[in-house]
């Protein structure tokens, strides 16, 4: 049975927490930087850096590569991810998560590492351009952890800290949270290991999106 609101805003990362994209984007990452002639990160490396702006997850990516080579990089990079992004598809059981939240008046939000143009592309694809009453992209302010994008987002919809939860699947998103003062909680599902989160102040980390839904109705 769901209770009583206890937040009026909840932001969502999108990669690794509503759309199944890790492997993608780390098999991206390796592919791009094996383009270039750099050395190819592992796994767990490339996975880190997602949820970040692209410069920042390319220098986290590529440290041996020369700065002035970044933007061949990321034009790898894209050329990569645009050739398979037809291939992933949002977790089981997200729209009917987050359409629950809507019919309890909830404010929902995205905060995320992808540029403008390649959210606005994913929310198409994936039919929810109206689930959203307001999103950030990591190219039109302040990448995570630094707070701004999360703080846009409360100004333009009206809410305090206090009235906002940030989920995420990172410990960037974790960090953007704390350092915009709000709450968060995680998935453990996405690019990151759940053994990172113990140092945040998490109130609930969820194993799966039905979890997760399960959680927000109850507590959110």
């Known amino acids: 049975m769901a209770s009583a609101r206890r937040f009026d805003l909840i932001v969502f990362d999108w990669d690794g927490t509503l759309f199944d994209s ?9 592919s791009a930087c094996a383009d270039v002639g750099t050395d ?6 490339a996975s880190y850096v997602i949820g970040l702006g ?20 990321g034009e790898r990079y894209r050329y990569h991810y645009l050739a398979s992004q037809r ?8 729209l009917e998560m987050l359409r629950s939240l809507k019919t ?3 404010w929902l939000g995205v905060a995320t ?29 302040a990448g995570k952890p630094d707070p701004l994008m999360l703080l ?15 989920v995420g699947d990172t410990t960037h998103d974790l960090q953007l949270a704390a350092n915009a003062g709000c709450a968060s909680v995680a998935v453990s599902f996405g690019a990151h290991e759940p053994e990172a989160f113990v140092e945040y102040p998490v109130l ?6 039905d979890e997760l839904h399960r959680w927000l109705a109850a507590n959110a």
């Open 104 to 106: 309890r008046n909830h």
């Open 87 to 94: 291939d992933v598809v949002l977790f089981d059981g997200t």
């Open 152 to 166: 846009e987002l409360m100004r333009e919809l009206g809410c305090g800290p206090e009235q906002t939860l940030m």
């Open 22 to 30: 890790t492997k993608l984007i780390v098999r991206c990452i390796q």
């Open 204 to 209: 609930h980390v969820a194993h799966s999106t």
């Open 113 to 141: 590492g992808k540029t403008r143009r390649g959210l606005d592309d994913a929310l198409l694809q994936a039919d929810m351009r109206n689930l959203f009453d307001a999103t950030r992209t990591a190219d039109e302010t």
């Open 54 to 73: 692209l410069v920042d997850a390319l220098r986290h990516a590529a440290p041996a590569l020369a700065p002035e080579r970044y933007r061949e990089l």
């Open 40 to 45: 190819v990160p592992s796994d767990r490396d």
